[in-house]
């Protein structure tokens, strides 16, 4: 596998890592979750009826202030429930729970008086009186009332038979419900006249903020609903509830059981979570949909305002307790809550987060995950960093359009942030792989291969193919004449430095023409263009480098003759051959696993090496092969004659480097080459007298090294040797 794919190990184990996160679903990742729905709902509320076909009869401030302090006589409110009842309202739901008798019954308050023989006769009388309880009892009776209770987690009283029929279908509802051992409900003979019982209980999330509600709760292994939906089953003269959970359908859910699936009162269809929770989609806050007690009392009441109307009777003022934190309000009063949570399933518009949401996310999750991952192989970290972005901002407004549309909560957020922390991941380990291969092309080439070609092969490491390849390079092979003289007078020291001295400069000119260093053997160097990067003037960069090192040369004669005439002692120049070949080779990095050199084989390097070792022959420094001569087409070239290298059977022929593009313009260079040519043709004639004149018009031209190339001529016409 791929060093670059291995690369995206730490990134995908934070793909694993926030999978099993989000399964796991700790308190800050709900957290999160949380707060991207209560945006959406502060965003968009839902649009309340402006009729408010439920209304709040709100025990506020100034209801305590013109009816008196809390708890009110039961008395009072029997005449709210009848006044209401009187004016034509459709249900009233009491989001009050009493479970003990009124302490201002005339019986109760008689018995609070001293116990004195002037009281007696009050007592008595007092007996004879009906409760405040009766009274209200009797208030409940009359109309359609719906009493709450609450489940709790001490016994404080038997539990009151349910209104409500239930009716189920798939797995027992119970083993999913929010559970109390206990309960506490008001006084049994305001429960029996009761039409509808509902739990009050909240369970808010862990920051206390109420952003859904229990439509169903198991109290003391019974089921029970919430004041909102039985307010809604007596608001829809049904006297059942279905609940539908798993298996429901009569199909097999794996094995699985999970939970409840939908909560169905008359023509209502409710979607619940598995739990049975409603998840409040509110409206905006609006007096309009309150009224004040003491207003229902008064002698101007209109009936009109609660007329066809569910009404819901609950505190409201600061000092009695009753409020709640939600995604729109830091303090609404629980009974209003109850009221929209009742007006929500009446309109229908629900926010509801479905059981496949979470798979969805983690899909979403996957699949851009790996597409990232992908890129960032494939293209690069800033394309994977605008198809993330592309990815992050089309979830964000699907999950908008989504609630906005159909009331749905898919969180975009924690997907978004596991993409971010997955991209972070998988750039950063991608980076420090690219940096380690960079320093490893750096350490490999940075002896033998030009600075700028080593960045470049360290920025775009996939341009270094390792372990092998054919190509067609040009090879240069230099080699210093006469070095065992030179040697020999030279202490080792001395020798190594003078040649130090000598490939230094010859090293840097073969770096220059972006030539890759082979070897140094002894008083020899061996380079190479077009490997590892590949260079389409190799042949001629070859060749410029092969003039430029003979100008070099000429430069440090010139330094070590000074040297020499200051020291008083005899300088010998120090003179180089060079051969020039192109042609097909192996190229890459060969040897062992332990040590190893990046060079070429092939003929075209055996050839280079004998074409270097022609230049004694020809009596010329640089001497090259057919192949680079027909390559590099506007250096001035000289053709030599034909040899036959070692384990080659066809002669090739060869020519003599003379000078750079500028010379082959040269016109002097032009003649020279006509007369050459001539002297070619006679001698491959066998013409004596041809070739004496053509020798003879060839003598005049004594630039371009071309007088000791005559040499060569001369002496094969009279058989003589080259010296």
């Not at 009797?138 to 709790?152: C, F, P, Q, R, S």
């Not at 995950?369 to 990815?391: D, H, N, Q, S, Y």
Request: one cysteine or more; aromatic letters at 8%.
């Amino acid at each position: 596998m791929s060093t670059r794919w291995l690369s995206l190990a730490p990134a995908a184990l934070v793909m694993v890592l926030a999978i099993i996160l989000r399964l796991v679903d700790p308190a800050p990742v709900a957290d999160l979750r949380l707060s991207v729905f209560d945006s959406y709902l502060r965003a968009a509320p839902r649009v309340a009826d402006p009729d408010y076909p439920v209304r709040v009869v709100a025990i506020d401030e100034p209801s305590l202030k013109a009816l008196g302090q809390w708890p009110w006589p039961r008395t009072t409110v029997a005449k709210l429930i009848n006044r209401l009842n009187a004016a034509g309202a459709k249900t009233i739901s009491v989001d009050i729970i009493m479970p003990e008798g009124d302490r201002l019954s005339p019986l109760a308050f008689a018995e609070t008086l001293p116990d004195a023989p002037e009281f007696q006769s009050l007592r008595q009388a007092a007996a004879k009186l009906p409760t405040n309880d009766a009274a209200l009892a009797a208030a409940i009776k009359d109309a359609n009332v719906t009493l709450g209770l609450a489940g709790d987690t001490y016994p404080s009283g038997p539990l009151p038979a349910r209104k409500a029929g239930i009716a189920t279908a798939g797995d027992d509802p119970r083993y999913f419900l929010p559970a109390f051992p206990a309960v506490v409900s008001s006084l049994p003979e305001l429960v029996a006249e009761a039409k509808g019982l509902g739990a009050t209980n909240w369970l808010p999330e862990r920051d206390l903020v109420v952003r859904r509600v229990p439509l169903l709760l198991n109290l003391e292994g019974q089921i029970y609903p919430s004041l909102s939906l039985e307010a809604l089953r007596l608001a829809t003269n049904d006297p059942s509830i279905f609940i539908k959970s798993s298996g429901g359908s009569g199909l097999s859910a794996f094995g699985q059981s999970t939970g409840i699936e939908l909560i169905r009162v008359g023509p209502h269809v409710i979607p619940v979570n598995k739990t049975g929770e409603l998840w409040l989609r509110l409206a905006d806050a609006d007096p309009q949909r309150s009224l004040s007690a003491h207003e229902i009392l008064a002698d101007d009441f209109d009936p009109k305002t609660v007329a066809g109307h569910h009404i819901f009777i609950g505190a409201t003022a600061v000092g009695l307790f009753d409020l709640r934190a939600t995604a729109l309000s830091d303090s609404m009063p629980g009974v209003e809550i109850h009221a929209q949570a009742l007006e929500q399933m009446l309109s229908g518009e629900h926010a509801y987060r479905p059981a496949f949401a979470t798979g969805y996310e983690l899909l979403f999750l996957i699949a851009v995950g790996i597409g990232i991952a992908t890129l960032i192989v494939r293209v690069g970290p800033t394309a994977a960093a605008g198809a993330g972005a592309a990815a992050i901002a089309a979830v964000g407004f699907g999950s908008w359009q989504a609630y906005q549309n159909s009331g749905l909560l898919f969180d975009p957020v924690y997907p978004s942030i596991a993409l971010i922390a997955l991209y972070i991941t998988g750039s950063l380990s991608r980076y420090i792989l690219s940096e380690r291969e960079r320093a490893q092309v750096r350490t490999a080439f940075s002896s033998y291969v030009a600075p700028s070609l080593v960045e470049e092969l360290a920025n775009n490491p996939d341009k270094l193919k390792l372990g092998g390849e054919t190509r067609e390079v040009t090879l240069l092979f230099a080699d210093v004449r006469s070095f065992s003289g030179i040697s020999e007078g030279l202490e080792a020291e001395e020798l190594i430095r003078f040649v130090n001295r000598l490939f230094e400069p010859l090293s840097d000119v073969i770096l220059e023409e972006r030539g890759t260093i082979d070897k140094f053997m002894g008083d020899a160097v061996m380079a190479f263009w077009n490997a590892p990067l590949k260079d389409p003037d190799h042949a001629a960069h070859a060749c410029q480098a092969a003039l430029k090192m003979q100008a070099r040369l000429a430069e440090l004669n010139g330094v070590w003759a000074d040297e020499a005439a200051r020291e008083r002692r005899a300088f010998k120049p120090v003179g180089l051959g060079i051969g020039l070949n192109t042609g097909a080779c192996c190229v890459g990095n060969m040897g062992s696993s332990k040590r190893f050199d990046y060079s070429v084989i092939g003929d075209v390097v055996n050839v280079a090496s004998r074409l270097e070792s022609e230049t004694k022959t020809f009596a010329t420094p640089i001497i090259v092969g057919a192949e680079t001569a027909a390559t590099a087409t506007d250096f001035a070239f000289l053709p030599l004659d034909k040899i036959t290298p070692r384990g080659k059977s066809v002669p090739q022929q060869v020519h003599a480097l003379v000078g750079d593009a500028a010379v082959a313009q040269d016109e002097s260079f032009k003649s020279l080459h006509a007369a050459h040519t001539k002297l070619l043709t006679a001698v491959s004639a066998g013409s004596e007298i041809e070739t004496a004149k053509a020798i003879a018009d060839c003598k005049q031209f004594n630039r371009f090294g071309y007088a000791n190339i005559l040499k060569y001529y001369e002496a094969r016409v009279s058989g003589a040797s080259v010296e």
